[in-house]
T-cell receptor
Framework: DARVTQTPRHKVTEMGQEVTMRCQPILGHNTVFWYRQTMMQGLELLAYFRNRAPLDDSGMPKDRFSAEMPDATLATLKIQPSEPRDSAVYFC????????????FGPGTRLTVL | GENVEQHPSTLSVQEGDSAVIKCTYSDSASNYFPWYKQELGKGPQLIIDIRSNVGEKKDQRIAVTLNKTAKHFSLHITETQPEDSAVYFCAASIQTRVKTSYDKVIFGPGTSLSVIP
């Protein structure tokens, strides 16, 4: 069955290193969301795209985070340089339609920055 | 901007009992209220949603109610089962039919539900 995939599922890295997380949205979905989940902040929207164009990235620290959609089947979230406070679970979700519909979440990438 | 609060943060119930989770929102323009369930190690999954033109919606053992005047909505789970144990998130969103509409979803902080066998 169709589902959102994310890689890697787990990532441990050292402070200062670059981290790239990848997401494959469900085929045919035109909206992609990136969320960060922590115990303290809950689910935070970092950025989202519609038809590969960024619509809102106001939740993302611009100095170190960047999000792109090189094509309709791939979304990336990059952190450079990473910091310990970036440790969290990062979720990608996709949806379809002009108006809001159900968001289908991927399994997440658990990032630990030492 | 929109702010969603959720109570309680943790909830334990005996199997077979009912569970109720309550949320409030701040933006009166919000018109779409989904509920997501997150099981351990997985991403959230939509379980039910309600739009502002209805006051209640049911799906088997799950029901949601919405009070637009008071700006609060609730999730009711009846005859709880151990597999209902998870974190539940309420959310609020403004949906329009404009192609460039800003349909950002604001999630509540979550409720960890434990169903004791």
């Amino acid at each position: 069955d169709a589902r959102v995939t994310q890689t890697p599922r787990h990532k441990v890295t050292e402070m200062g290193q670059e981290v790239t997380m990848r997401c494959q949205p469900i085929l045919g979905h035109n909206t992609v969301f990136w969320y960060r989940q922590t115990m303290m902040q809950g689910l935070e929207l970092l950025a989202y795209f519609r038809n590969r164009a960024p619509l809102d990235d106001s939740g993302m620290p611009k100095d170190r985070f960047s999000a792109e959609m090189p094509d309709a089947t791939l979304a990336t979230l990059k952190i450079q340089p990473s910091e310990p406070r970036d440790s969290a679970v990062y979720f990608c979700a996709s949806g379809q339609g002009v108006t809001y519909n159900e968001q289908f979440f991927g399994p997440g990438t658990r990032l630990t920055v030492l | 901007g929109e702010n969603v609060e959720q109570h309680p943060s943790t909830l334990s119930v005996q199997e077979g009992d009912s569970a109720v989770i309550k949320c409030t929102y701040s933006d009166s323009a919000s018109n779409y209220f989904p509920w997501y369930k997150q099981e351990l190690g997985k991403g959230p999954q939509l379980i039910i949603d309600i739009r502002s033109n209805v006051g209640e919606k049911k799906d088997q053992r799950i029901a949601v109610t919405l009070n637009k005047t008071a700006k609060h909505f609730s999730l009711h789970i009846t005859e709880t089962q151990p597999e209902d144990s998870a974190v539940y998130f309420c959310a609020a969103s403004i949906q329009t039919r404009v192609k460039t509409s800003y349909d950002k979803v604001i999630f509540g902080p979550g409720t960890s539900l434990s169903v004791i066998p």
